[in-house]
């Protein structure tokens, strides 16, 4: 029995002796094909690895399917990753995987190598990255049944939906003796004309998650709205019209436009406001006007935002996650969830706290059916 423990005892020993002579590339390719750690551990592991060797075992991880261990490497060795997957052998590798919905890491992987990878790599990328937003928006958005109000009317042939309550009170009335084509009450869906500014909050910069939230929430947006008047705005230090609200839908270039845009800069919640009161301004006539801010609320240049606020007919707020939390002295909430807070009450609309980005896209789509 002691024999057995000594010799395992020095097994155990040796085993570490053995261990500690294995290269770092080597220990990276170990843990590539065991696949049991996340991309930070690779992130990690790949920071004493060379820049040809980093090429290596991006190839190898691609073979593997060991997407953790590729998003790992870009964030160690972005540079290195992109000379190796420039190469034209591996576009098939990024179209399976959007065939078989396998590709929510091709947004990011766009947005760390978008700024020096080749045009054609680049463009490869973007393109996949547009087709997963407009998939996946039109899954939430469910493309025209919103917003859409009833009314009744005088019945005609082929007219498909009635009011059977109504239909049936009148054949009460006028005595149960027969079914008049004036008693039928027939039903006629009309689309409300609404006018919807949408602020979108660009600062700071989150790794492509606040680009990559605004261009699926515009193009939520877009094709649930596809009959009314939208406008888009962009801010940071300062605010962009990316869509006036007399102009017509082009949900692809929309989209295009916000991967290439930098999500950078400060916050000056003030200057989208402005920008999104003024394209509301433009439509007369319609009584249904409302804005959408999303932001963190943390701003840190311009005006406070709550003048603005209060001249809005309507704004709602959708507060993001922040950066960093940075807590009230007397209550548990942050600073921006506060300033969101007040926000929306200057504006008499809802506040909406979302805890994670996912969330966005369909908050937005319960908040528009409300408008």
């Not at 920071?47 to 399917?65: A, Y």
């Not at 949900?251 to 916000?258: F, G, K, N, P």
């Not at 932001?295 to 922040?322: C, E, M, Q, S, W």
């Not at 008499?348 to 896209?361: A, C, L, T, W």
């Amino acid at each position: 029995m002691e024999n057995s423990n000594i010799l395992g005892s020095n097994e155990t020993r040796s085993e570490k002796l053995r261990f500690s002579d294995i290269s770092a590339t080597d220990l990276l390719k170990y843990e590539i094909l065991r696949k049991k750690i996340n991309k930070k551990k690779y992130s990690k592991l790949a920071k004493d690895v060379g820049f040809k060797d980093i090429k290596t075992m991006t190839g190898l991880s691609v073979r593997e399917g060991n997407i953790e261990a590729l998003m790992g490497l870009a964030q160690s060795n972005i540079y290195a990753v992109t000379a190796e997957l420039q190469q034209s052998e591996y576009n098939q590798f990024f179209s399976q995987k959007f065939k078989n919905g396998q590709d929510s890491f091709i947004p990011f992987l766009y947005f760390m190598i978008r700024a020096h990878a080749p045009r054609s790599f680049k463009i490869m990328l973007q393109k996949l990255t547009r087709s997963i937003i407009l998939r996946n928006s039109l899954n939430i958005s469910g493309r025209g049944s919103h917003g859409k109000a009833r009314h009744h009317v005088n019945y005609y042939p082929g007219i498909q939906e009635f009011d059977l309550n109504q239909t049936l009170f009148n054949y009460l009335q006028n005595g149960k003796n027969y079914l008049r084509y004036n008693d039928i009450v027939g039903i006629k869906r009309k689309q409300r004309k609404r006018s919807i500014v949408l602020i979108l909050d660009t600062s700071g910069s989150m790794f492509g998650k606040l680009l990559l939230n605004a261009a699926l929430t515009t193009s939520v947006l877009t094709y649930a709205l596809s009959k009314d008047f939208t406008s888009i705005i962009l801010f940071n230090s300062k605010a962009l019209v990316l869509k006036e609200i007399k102009t017509q839908n082009n949900v692809t270039r929309l989209i295009d436009q916000i991967l290439e845009t930098e999500a950078v800069g400060f916050t000056n919640i003030a200057a989208g406001l402005k920008k999104g009161l003024q394209e509301l301004e433009k439509i007369e006539n319609i009584k249904k006007k409302a804005g959408i801010l999303i932001t963190d609320g943390d701003y840190n240049r311009g005006k406070n935002p709550i003048l603005i606020a209060n001249k809005f007919p309507k704004l709602h707020v959708i507060n993001i996650p922040p950066e960093s939390r940075k807590k009230d002295f007397n209550q548990n909430r942050t600073r921006g969830q506060l300033i969101c807070q007040q926000i929306a009450r200057a504006g008499r609309g809802y506040y909406i706290n979302v805890k994670n980005f996912s969330e966005i896209p369909r908050t937005l789509m319960k908040l528009i059916s409300k408008i």
